[in-house]
């Protein structure tokens, strides 16, 4: 099925693209330049489906393990300095969604939302340096008792112009269910605690609410 936040796109699109291809019948006299207008629109509208497709998950319900928020490749898998929330080291593990990914973000795991914050920025490439402190973003604090706290964050990127949040600040939030959605490509970085073994290296391609990234040691 196909994810709520791309209805209206979704519809605009088809009657933008009957409309065009109508008008190709009955307009365009060259047959091959008639084919050509209808196969482009027709392929237009195949990629706004499959970037909006929503494929149903079943993540068995685990707090030992994380599961990946969404689809993609692990970019990134270091030791670094989180500096807006938890001011201390972290295991940072980044994986970037082409156009071509699912776009759906997970609840990495459940437990209380403790932050959730937007922060409006630049739309730098997904994969540069500075995007996950430049780019427009939303912070999320999750808290359960084997992980304590971990943090998620969504990224813009150069096509990315728009990200969907739903945690909401003290609310109760499931592993695997639907945590937002970031239209049009983009990056989701994890801030683990240091005692967190990962499961993932970078280049790996993962599937987002059943593929366990990373567990408690």
């Known amino acids: 099925m196909f994810h ?11 009657v933008l693209v009957a409309a065009i291809a109508i008008l190709a019948e009955y307009k365009i006299s060259v047959v091959w330049l008639k084919m050509l207008v209808q196969i482009t629109v027709l392929f237009l509208l195949v990629l706004v489906l499959q970037f909006f497709r929503n494929p149903k998950r079943t993540t068995p319900k685990n707090d030992k393990p994380l599961i990946a928020p969404v689809d993609g490749k692990v970019v990134i898998v270091e030791e670094v300095f989180e500096k807006e929330y938890f001011k201390d080291k972290r295991l940072q593990v980044s994986i970037f969604m082409s156009p071509l990914n699912v776009h759906v973000t997970r609840y990495t795991m459940s437990g209380v939302v ?3 914050k937007y922060h409006p920025g630049k739309y730098l490439v997904a994969w540069h340096p500075k995007s996950s402190e430049l780019n427009e973003r939303t912070t999320i604090v999750l808290e359960n008792e084997t992980f304590g706290e971990i943090l998620y964050r969504q990224i813009a990127g150069a096509v990315a112009r728009r990200i969907v949040n739903y945690a909401e600040e003290g609310t109760q939030v499931t592993q695997g269910e639907d945590a937002g959605f970031i239209k049009f490509g983009s990056r989701v970085d994890l801030f683990l605690p240091l005692n967190t073994s990962i499961d993932v290296k970078v280049n790996d391609v993962v599937k987002g609410g059943v593929q366990t990234i990373a567990h408690f040691s």
């Open 114 to 116: 403790n932050f959730s």
């Open 4 to 14: 709520k936040e791309g209805y209206r796109i979704i519809m605009n699109t088809f």
